[in-house]
Nanobody, 133 residues
Framework: QVHLMESGGGLVQPGESLTLSCVHS???????????IGWFRQAPGKEREGVSA????????YYSDSVRGRFTISKDNAKNTVYLQMTALRPEDTAVYLC???????????????????????WGQGTQVTVSS
């Protein structure tokens, strides 16, 4: 069982930056069947969106078109933490941001829309990000 906890959310103005942290325990990191950590966001009235993901073994990363070039995902396996650095934030980035852990092959095969993130993954409780002037 993987446990995850997000932090770092808050209220910022458009154009500002924010870095989210996802502390995880129990994830598999250094072996062939390692896990990936994904950042998802859920805005009121909208479907959940997969934002970015990273393999804990080799650091292979993925970004959605809506955040590519503005967000950067990184990992520190020694600290069991995955970061999401968000820059040039926009009001449409407002959402609850959740991190999840799933076998890396789920991301490789099906991407962040793969329902196996829910079927096989573990999820944190989320952290609110609000971008508003």
């Amino acid at each position: 069982q993987v446990h995850l906890m997000e932090s770092g959310g808050g209220l910022v103005q458009p154009g500002e930056s924010l870095t989210l942290s996802c502390v995880h325990s129990g994830a598999t990191k250094d072996v062939e069947d390692s896990d990936a950590i994904g950042w998802f966001r859920q805005a009121p009235g909208k479907e959940r969106e997969g934002v970015s993901a990273i393999s804990l073994r080799d650091g292979l990363s993925y970004y959605s078109d809506s955040v590519r070039g503005r967000f950067t995902i990184s990992k520190d396996n020694a600290k069991n933490t995955v970061y999401l650095q968000m820059t040039a934030l926009r009001p449409e980035d407002t959402a609850v941001y959740l991190c999840a852990a799933a076998p890396a092959w789920v991301q490789s095969i099906g991407g962040m829309d793969d329902r196996r993130w829910d079927d096989l993954g573990s999820w944190g409780q989320g952290t609110q990000v609000t971008v508003s002037s």
